[in-house]
């Protein structure tokens, strides 16, 4: 099964780069890729999506799931600690992550990860939530911070 997610995964990373190649539109390029990573994924994933750097917060940006927290302070949630701490995050029982912000009580685990701007600060992060336990992995974690990377430098945040 492992095995499987990576052959998913190195698909994935091609499919994004063919996809945004030469794209300016954050937005877009955004949408387009978090739904491809639902569409990998979507009997593991409840929500994909990221929150933008905006007005000294997170910002919701594009998604797929349930609707979602709109505003995150830096070092709250999730989400705020891997802005804050400036590194991925895996959570395998969010009900045990002190802060949790719990945008939808379906959520079991998570996994954030940051995205860095050319000056190295971060841009935003790419928020993963699954309905079950110990969803994710290394393996997540690794891939994930690929396509931050692939997203980083075709967009030039």
């Known amino acids: ?29 955004l949408s387009n890729v978090s739904a491809a990573v639902h569409d990998t994924f979507p009997e593991e994933l409840l929500w994909i999506g990221f929150y933008l750097v905006k007005d000294s917060e997170l910002q919701l940006g594009p998604f797929q799931g349930p609707v979602a927290c709109m505003h995150i302070q830096k070092g709250r949630g999730v989400c705020g600690t891997a802005w804050k701490l400036r590194q991925s995050i895996v959570v395998s029982d969010v009900e045990k992550f002190p802060g949790h912000i719990a945008c939808s009580s379906e959520s079991r685990s998570e996994i954030v990860v940051p995205l860095f701007g050319k000056s190295s600060d971060v841009v935003g992060v790419i928020d993963a939530d699954s309905r079950d336990l110990n969803a994710f992995d290394d393996i997540d974690r690794q891939y994930l911070e690929n396509i931050a990377k692939i997203l980083s430098n075709e967009l030039a945040f």
Do not use: A, D, T, W
């Open 1 to 29: 099964m492992k095995v499987m997610k990576k052959e998913k995964y190195e698909l994935l990373c091609h499919q994004i780069k063919s996809l945004i190649s030469g794209e300016r539109n954050r937005i877009g390029v």
